[in-house]
């Protein structure tokens, strides 16, 4: 199913890096570090909770695949953050199920310690 409105659902091939019968790769339109992936469902499901079983296996076949691809890219990358936005209060703004694989180097901010806590400022850091 398609939704007219929806930026991941008229993705031009040209931005398209990879695909498999349900998803697809691009680069991250607005990057927190170089190399920062999107895996995205070419079904238009809302949230990852929406997926069926064929698609979870393919996002974590994707997950796998990009993580060696940007490893051999850039030796610089030493660590990664995976990401999901379930709904509007959990930061998602575009409505369609997409992953986000963010490579990490040493030093490539002040103090990682905490990671994804830090979708809470405050509570990033371990009291």
Same mark, same amino acid.
């Given at each position: 199913?398609?939704?007219? /409105?929806?930026?991941?659902?008229?993705?031009?091939?040209?931005?398209?890096?990879?695909?498999?019968?349900?998803?697809?790769?691009?680069?991250?339109?607005?990057?927190?570090?170089?190399?920062?992936?999107?895996? @995205?469902?070419?079904?238009?499901? /809302?949230?990852?909770?929406?997926?069926?079983?064929? /698609?979870?296996?393919?996002?974590?076949?994707?997950?796998?695949?990009?993580?060696?691809?940007?490893?051999?890219?850039?030796?610089?990358?030493?660590?990664?953050?995976?990401?999901?936005?379930?709904?509007?209060?959990?930061?998602?703004?575009?409505?369609?199920?997409?992953?986000?694989?963010?490579?990490?180097?040493?030093?490539?901010?002040?103090?990682? /310690?905490?990671?994804?806590?830090?979708? @809470?400022?405050?509570?990033?850091?371990?009291?």
């Amino acid at each position: 199913m398609e939704n007219r /409105e929806c930026p991941f659902c008229s993705l031009p091939q040209s931005k398209i890096l990879r695909e498999s019968e349900t998803c697809m790769v691009i680069h991250d339109g607005y990057p927190v570090t170089h190399l920062h992936t999107l895996i @995205i469902t070419k079904r238009h499901a /809302e949230t990852y909770y929406d997926l069926n079983a064929e /698609e979870r296996r393919d996002v974590e076949v994707h997950l796998k695949n990009e993580r060696e691809i940007i490893l051999a890219a850039d030796p610089l990358v030493t660590g990664f953050n995976i990401g999901i936005n379930c709904g509007e209060d959990a930061g998602q703004t575009v409505m369609h199920c997409h992953i986000h694989l963010i490579p990490r180097r040493k030093e490539d901010m002040d103090n990682p /310690e905490g990671g994804v806590r830090g979708v @809470i400022p405050s509570k990033q850091k371990y009291n």
